[in-house]
C-alpha cells in the first residue's frame, strides 16, 4: 500500500496528499472527497479501501488517521450543483476543494506545501500540483485509501443528518443509493430537497397523459 508513496519518497518528494471521493452514484445528497497527507513513518494496521471495511472499523480509521495524519481536507458539492454541471465535473470541484483545504492546513501548520497528489482514477486540471492518477487506487495507495475513510464517514454522517430532516427515505441506512426501499419511498413521497433530479428524470419528468 505504500509502493507509490514510496516511489515518490525515494525522489525527495515528502508531502503527498492522496485523494478520493465518495458519493458519484447516490441518488440524493452530495458528493464528498478527501485529501491526507500522511507522514512517511504512518503505520495504522487496517486502512485500506474503505468500501472493503465495515462502518464500524472505518469509524475507528477516521479518528486515527485525523490523528496522525500532517493535514486533511475536505469538499463537497451538492446535489444541486451536481444536476448543474454533472457528476464528473462535481466530483472535480469537490476534489479541488479538498485538496485547497489540506493544502491551507499543512501551511498552517508545517509550513509546507503539497508536492504530490495520488488520485483515485482522476485527473485534475489546473492545480498546480504533479500528480499520479491511479486505478483502484483506494486498493493501492495508503494516503488514497486513507482519503476515501476521511470521505465516506464524513458523507455517512451527514446522511444521517439528513435522516432526521427526511426520515421517510431511510438516509441512515441507504445513505442515498437507490435501494429498493429508497425507491418506493420516493414512489409514495416524491423527491426531496436533497435528490439529485438528473438522476431520477425518468420520475421527476412531467407524465405525458394517455391518450
Not at 99 to 122: K, P, Y
Not at 156 to 167: A, I
Request: charged share 25%.
Amino acid at each position: 500500500m505504500k509502493e507509490y508513496e514510496n516511489e515518490l519518497y525515494a525522489r525527495g518528494v515528502r508531502y503527498i496528499a492522496g485523494i478520493d471521493e465518495v458519493g458519484r452514484g447516490p441518488l440524493a445528497g452530495p458528493v464528498v472527497a478527501a485529501a491526507v497527507i500522511l507522514p512517511a513513518d504512518f503505520d495504522v494496521p487496517g486502512v485500506d479501501d474503505s468500501k472493503k471495511l465495515t462502518a464500524r472499523k472505518r469509524e475507528m480509521l477516521y479518528g486515527m488517521i485525523k490523528e496522525q495524519a500532517l493535514a486533511w481536507g475536505v469538499g463537497e458539492v451538492d446535489n444541486l450543483v451536481i444536476d448543474e454541471i454533472n457528476i464528473l465535473e462535481a466530483t472535480k470541484r469537490a476534489m479541488k476543494a479538498a485538496v485547497n483545504a489540506a493544502g491551507r492546513e499543512l501551511a498552517a501548520a508545517h509550513g509546507v506545501v503539497i508536492e504530490h497528489l495520488l488520485i483515485d482514477a482522476v485527473v485534475l486540471k489546473d492545480v498546480g500540483i504533479p500528480q499520479t492518477n491511479i486505478i483502484k487506487g483506494d486498493a493501492k495507495s495508503v494516503s488514497i485509501a486513507a482519503a476515501s475513510i476521511i470521505a465516506k464517514v464524513t458523507r455517512d454522517m451527514m446522511m444521517d443528518e439528513f435522516h432526521r430532516l427526511y426520515p421517510c427515505y431511510g438516509f441512515d441506512r441507504n445513505k442515498g443509493y437507490g435501494t429498493k426501499t429508497h425507491f418506493e419511498a420516493i414512489g409514495l413521497h416524491g423527491i426531496c430537497e436533497i435528490h439529485r433530479k438528473s438522476f431520477l428524470k425518468k420520475i421527476t419528468a412531467p407524465q405525458t397523459p394517455a391518450p
